[in-house]
Structure formats: structure tokens, C-alpha cells
């Protein structure tokens, strides 16, 4: 069965400091790869997707994420954190892709320290 | 579009009581998904419908738990008898047929004393 790991259930970042959460996924053959986030008392928010071509997805409010096959990852960055970035986020994954469950990781919360 | 619509947003009842849940997904949505988040586990599928037939309830936790989805607009997760261990927060999604993305409801805040 497909499972999603987050590394780090908990990060803090500086405002205007490198964000980076992490997901490694296990799956038999290439799945498709969300990104959400999740503000407080909200429901969850598509970050972004990857689903074929191109490896390197942009998402909103300044994220992207890379599709690394031989690694079974799929990172998500944001050159600078604000402020407003604290929330919990959640990867997920698709398994056969289409109009499937997702299987969650855990989540991350991210804290943005001023 | 008003997105995926859940009711009521919180609900407090106490153990034994009947719950239901509702869920009205986006208008031409044909996958209806229910998903449940509790801090112990994270955030899980409880059972999903595809053109309004149940696909796959192999997450709902016992047969305490029942889903129907009578049409296209509406479904309901009804909890009977409920229990403390019930308290979490419920998802309802909803996605269109070869769209790769869910659309998620704001969730219902169930609190089971």
C-alpha cells in the first residue's frame, strides 16, 4: 500500500529564510503528488500538483516542488518564508492516479519566527 | 461556484447520541470523498463515492459509521451511537471526473462528551 512520509513533524523558520518540508512517498509506480496547506480552523488548500511533465511544479503564494523519482521525494520549497506562511501543510499522494483517495502524511506544522 | 459545502460546522452531542453530517459537493463533481482528522492519526479516508455509489468503505471504523449519497448534490456520514472517541474534525472533498485535484469543505468540528 502507498504511504506518504513528512520528516519533521514541527519547523521553524526565520521570516525571509529558506523554507523547505520534506516528503517521501512509497508507491509502485509513479503517482501523482499534492501539496496542501491547512490554516488554523480551515479547510485544506491545493498548494500544488504533480502529475506528468515537467518535474519542477510552481504553486501558489510563491511555493514549488520537485518530482525526484529515483529518490521517491517530493520536497517542498519557498526561497523566503513570510509571516503569513505559518500553517499546518500536508503531502500527499494519489495511487492510481485519478479520481482516487489521497493517502496523507502526517503534516508539518511550519512556524515563521520574526 | 460556492465550493464544497459542510454543515453544521461544529457539533457538540454527548455519547450515544446520533450524529449526522452533511456534505453538498461541487456543482459537476462526480467523486465525493470523506476524510477524518484526529491528531493521532493524521488525516484519513473514511469512505468515498464515485457517480453517487460507494466505492470503497474499508475506512469506516465500524459499523457505527454509515454514508449515503441519495444524489449527485448531497451526502451525509451519519454516527449512531457516538462515542468520545469520535471527536475529530471531518472532511468532506469533492473532485470532477479527470480533474487531478479534490476540493476540500471547510470540515465539521465534532466534539463527542
Known amino acids: 500500500a502507498q504511504s506518504v512520509t513528512q520528516l519533521g513533524s514541527h519547523v521553524s523558520v526565520s521570516e525571509g529564510a529558506l523554507v523547505l518540508l520534506r516528503c517521501n512517498y512509497s508507491s509502485s509506480v509513479p503517482p501523482y503528488l499534492f501539496w496542501y496547506v491547512q490554516y488554523p480552523n480551515q479547510g485544506l488548500q491545493l498548494l500544488l500538483k504533480?502529475?506528468?511533465?515537467?518535474?519542477l511544479v510552481k504553486g501558489i503564494n510563491g511555493f514549488e516542488a520537485e518530482f525526484k523519482k529515483s529518490e521517491t521525494s517530493f520536497h517542498l520549497t519557498k526561497p523566503s518564508a513570510h509571516m503569513s506562511d505559518a500553517a499546518e501543510y500536508f503531502c500527499?499522494?494519489?495511487?492510481?492516479?485519478?479520481?482516487?483517495?489521497?493517502?496523507f502524511g502526517k503534516g508539518t506544522r511550519l512556524s515563521v519566527i520574526a | 461556484d460556492a465550493g464544497v459545502i459542510q454543515s453544521p460546522r461544529h457539533e457538540v452531542t454527548e455519547m450515544g447520541q446520533e450524529v449526522t453530517l452533511r456534505c453538498k459537493p461541487i456543482?459537476?463533481?462526480?467523486?465525493l470523498f470523506w476524510y477524518r482528522q484526529t491528531m493521532m492519526r493524521g488525516l484519513e479516508l473514511l469512505i468515498y463515492?464515485?457517480?453517487?455509489?460507494?466505492?470503497?468503505d474499508s475506512g469506516m471504523p465500524e459499523d457505527r459509521f454509515s454514508a449515503k449519497m441519495p444524489n449527485a448534490s448531497f451526502s451525509t456520514l451519519k454516527i449512531q451511537p457516538s462515542e468520545p472517541r469520535d471527536s475529530a474534525v471531518y472532511f468532506c472533498a469533492s473532485q470532477r471526473e479527470g480533474w487531478n485535484e479534490q476540493f476540500f469543505g471547510p470540515g465539521t468540528r465534532l466534539t463527542v462528551l
Open positions: 463515492f464515485n457517480n453517487n455509489v460507494p466505492i470503497d
Open positions: 500527499a499522494v494519489s495511487d492510481p492516479p485519478g479520481n482516487t483517495p489521497l493517502v
Open positions: 504533480y502529475t506528468t511533465g515537467a518535474t
Open positions: 456543482s459537476g463533481h462526480n467523486s
